[in-house]
């Protein structure tokens, strides 16, 4: 089973429950799930899980470069382009490696053979085991780097699961191309938010993503009590169940603070994330 924990707005403690939920469970299931920190341009999972790692892999793709000897201007290759990413300017074919996405489209088309194609590293991905055994991988996007995708990409193909091994991945925050990459082949999406306008209005468009995805859904709402009743309000209408409230409590802020999770802030919470992921598994059976 694959749960992807996503919040539409960043902040809403998506990775804290996240990592929560892989830590309820390492001593409940054989093997101990896997854990995928996809948020690659901040991830921090490893903070809270503490992985010792033990393998890292390089992630690239392969942008092209014209042999200007070769080359004509035909614009055959700025013409097949989806991305803006290659130009022809006069005598002159230019490369945007920034807006590249590494299809090979240009050199496949090219009628001169004037493209090679050369790798070009934008992150890595890591993996390692938590002193639970939870099974940790991340990936991590160079600084810089405009494309979390391919890193995703990398990370969800390379740490395969065991057999009948959960797999708890953490979503980068918001609903753009990174996030719908981690949530497809979901089964399940765990959305995380707060009861503020500004939570719902998030809190819509992922349940939108998630549902465009035929992925089912449940809410978790952290900071219970300190906002409106729009949340509730907007899940009871569209039949979204809420998992799980977290109090807003000082306690859990400075817990948080201290890279602390929410099972080690109140040990209760493994009982209750126990019994989300048994609604999940029950949900999707
Ligand atoms: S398709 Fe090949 S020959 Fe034509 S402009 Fe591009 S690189 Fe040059
Ligand atoms: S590899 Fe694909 S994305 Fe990159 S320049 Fe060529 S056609 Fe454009």
Redesign the pocket.
Known sequence: MKITIASGKGGTGKTTIATSLALSLAAELTPPPLFLDCDVEAPNAHLFLKPTFEQRQDVGIL??RVDEAKCTHCGK?AE????H??AVLGTKTL?FPQL????????ALCPEHAITEIPDVMGVVERGVTPEGISFARGVLDVGEPMAVPVIRQLKKWAVPQPGQVVVRDAPPGTSCPVVKVMRGADYVVLVTEPTPFGLHDLRLAVQVARELNIPVGVIINRDGSGDAGVDEFCAAVGLPVLLRNPFERAIAEGVAQGKNLVEIHPEYTAHFRQIFNQITTALS
Do not use: E, K, N, W
């Open positions: 942008i092209p290759c097949v382009c989806q991305y990413a290659i490369v590249c996405h590494g299809c090979g489209s240009c050199t």
